[in-house]
């Protein structure tokens, strides 16, 4: 198999529109997948994850950047920052989902459509993991699919927003 590097340079776009320009951002906790009670959360690293979404978005020819980060401020500047510039934002907020209204408020602030994306099916789990602040404010979510649910992000941002 290619490296992604080497898939990013070979990629061409199926059509000849710009490429669409995802942001996929992860927040806390995230970096632990892997050794994280992988019962609940699964054996894949965020780096893995990560590169399986290159190497789709490559293949879709979409430009993906990856920002993780435990701190809300951080997730909340990478909103700020980045949200102009993409298309879409792929967002797993982990546990700031339940708690934090800023980082709804600057979603709703980047004016960029969002998918929240959860690796596991938080409604049938905690009962506070049932309360969401991100969902009244993004195009879509998908849980409980592990993985495959940035994956299936990613293929929705591709034939969706794509640019012009």
Avoid: C, W
Avoid at 4 to 10: D, F, G, Y
């Amino acid at each position: 198999m290619s490296s992604l590097k080497e898939r990013r340079k070979t990629a061409s776009p199926r059509s000849s529109k710009k490429l669409a320009r995802v942001e996929v951002i992860n927040g806390p906790n995230l970096n632990l997948l892997g050794r994280r009670e992988p019962e609940i959360y699964g054996k894949e690293t965020l780096e893995r994850i990560n590169e399986q979404i290159g190497i789709l978005a490559a293949d879709l020819g979409v430009e993906a950047d990856f920002f993780q980060s435990n701190h809300e401020g951080a997730l909340i500047d990478r909103i700020q920052n980045e949200g102009g510039r993409a298309d879409l934002i792929i967002i797993n907020p982990g546990a700031y989902t339940h708690t934090s209204i800023a980082l709804r408020d600057a979603l709703v602030a980047a004016g960029t459509p969002a998918v929240e994306v959860h690796l596991t099916n938080t409604q049938a789990r905690e009962p506070f993991r049932a309360l969401s602040y991100i969902a009244p404010v993004v195009v879509g979510r998908i849980e409980g699919l592990g993985p495959q649910g940035y994956l299936l992000a990613l293929t929705f941002a591709a034939t969706h927003v794509a640019r012009d």
